[in-house]
């Protein structure tokens, strides 16, 4: 049996493999190595698998945001080698899951936007320059929380028009020093912030936010795909949330800088699961 499991910083997507079928799905909370340790890892996943199950996995492909391969990985490797004892454990970070289920072996710029965002060169199957996402307080541009982020700050500061100001007011009732203590002194502020983009999405048709969304894909674009060496001569590919709902703004963007955007996937499990059902233990 093979187990995948693509993470991000908010939910992780488990597909357990048996003779070429998938025999079972399901779902934890992200496990992100810089928020979690290997004991809390074990204790998500304990109960999830049965005796037979943990005897008889023979490989596990985590795809993990924030976890880096031989910095890090150990957090989520130890963690896996606990519960399947026998098996092969391969932790990699999200960045080579969205490349492999975006482009196979295969040529592109794979791009990440959901709670996180990043991005990657990948060249014939192998990952070969990576712009630094920075992470939700120094990077992270376009993603869900780097809107969150945004939208908080053109709340506080008065920038949203009255209409907006006023809805937001009736979907949240932000209080200051509550926004801030989340942001600043809870868990998973990352999390926090990416929240609030139901109400950028609800209110989608309205022109402010247009170019609210408008401008901070484009400083994804700009800061992240256009950095990449004759960025211009591979498909681009984009997955998460964020490009999939907003996918019609993503797009304008990419046609306005002469680019386009060759596939936009929510979630990489499917894709994933067929790239590792062709590919041997």
Request: charged share 20%.
């Amino acid at each position: 049996m093979k187990l995948i499991a693509d993470s991000g910083s908010t939910k992780t997507d488990w597909v357990l493999l048996s003779d070429n079928k998938v025999i079972r799905e399901f779902k934890t909370e992200g496990m992100n190595p810089f928020f979690h340790t290997s004991e809390s890892i074990y204790s998500i996943l304990e109960n999830e698998f049965s005796i037979f199950e943990k005897e008889k996995v023979e490989a596990v492909y985590f795809y993990g945001a924030g976890c880096i391969k031989n910095i890090n990985s150990a957090v989520i490797e130890t963690a896996l080698n606990k519960l399947f004892k026998a098996a092969k454990i391969d932790a990699n970070d999200d960045m080579l899951g969205a490349t492999r289920a975006l482009f196979g072996n295969d040529s592109g710029i794979a791009c990440i936007l959901g709670t996180g965002a990043n991005s990657c060169l990948y060249v014939n199957g192998s990952i070969l320059d990576k712009v630094p996402t920075l992470g939700y307080i120094l990077g992270d541009e376009g993603s869900g929380a780097y809107l969150g982020r945004k939208l908080i700050n053109h709340y506080f500061k008065r920038k949203l028009p009255t209409d907006l100001a006023q809805a937001f007011e009736k979907q949240y009732n932000p209080i200051q020093v509550s926004v801030q203590n989340a942001v600043y002194k809870e868990k998973n502020p990352n999390r926090y912030l990416a929240s609030f983009c139901p109400f950028l999405f609800q209110n989608i048709e309205n022109e402010y936010i247009i170019k609210f969304l408008y401008d901070s894909f484009l400083d994804f674009f700009e800061s992240n795909i256009m950095k990449y060496k004759n960025f211009e001569e591979y498909k681009i590919g984009f997955i998460g949330s964020i490009a999939f709902y907003f996918k019609a703004i993503l797009n304008e963007v990419a046609n306005n800088k002469g680019l386009t955007i060759n596939s936009i996937l929510e979630k990489p499990i499917e894709a994933l699961i067929n790239y590792h059902l062709k590919t041997a233990l």
